[in-house]
């Protein structure tokens, strides 16, 4: 039962690690290789996403406006968690530094325990 069990295991991790690899791509990919802009009268809006280009090279799809507020608040959501998880690793290294007792070990007191005498000789 317990062989089973941690074959499943391994098997499990191997499709894991995989599928991440795949994921990780496919989002390096669709975010690099699909960036295009929609061109609007008093403003431009640029994003990325899968689409076929026309015979220039621009996009020839529209999107609602529901959908430009949707890439707007998520675009806000991007920025507020990134600067949500500095301030959050900052402040975990400040207090890592300064709350933390901290023992320290001098090399004179390691020579010290040394034991420097000579093997006996036979």
Same mark, same amino acid.
């Given at each position: ?7 499943? @295991? ?5 499709? #894991? @690690? *995989? ?7 496919? *989002? !390096?990919?669709?975010?690099? &290789?699909?960036? =295009?802009?929609? *061109?609007?009268?008093? !403003?431009?809006?640029? =994003? $990325? ?5 026309? &015979?220039?090279?621009?996009? =020839?799809?529209?999107? $609602? $406006? ?14 507020? &968690?990134? #600067?949500?998880?500095? #301030?959050?690793?900052? &402040? ?14 001098? $090399? ?15």
């Amino acid at each position: 039962m317990r062989q089973n069990r941690e074959r499943v @295991k391994s098997i499990c991790n191997a499709i #894991a @690690k *995989y599928l991440l690899v795949v994921l990780f791509v496919s *989002y !390096y990919v669709g975010g690099t &290789a699909f960036t =295009h802009t929609h *061109y609007f009268p008093t !403003y431009s809006i640029t =994003h $990325s996403h899968p689409f076929l280009p026309g &015979a220039d090279g621009l996009p =020839h799809h529209s999107h $609602s $406006s529901s959908a430009f507020n949707t890439i707007q608040e998520l675009d806000d959501l991007l920025v507020e &968690a990134a #600067a949500f998880f500095f #301030a959050l690793a900052t &402040a975990w290294v400040l207090l890592s530094v300064f709350i933390q007792e901290h023992r320290y070990i001098t $090399s004179v007191r390691l020579v010290r325990n040394l034991s420097l005498r000579a093997p006996p000789l036979y």
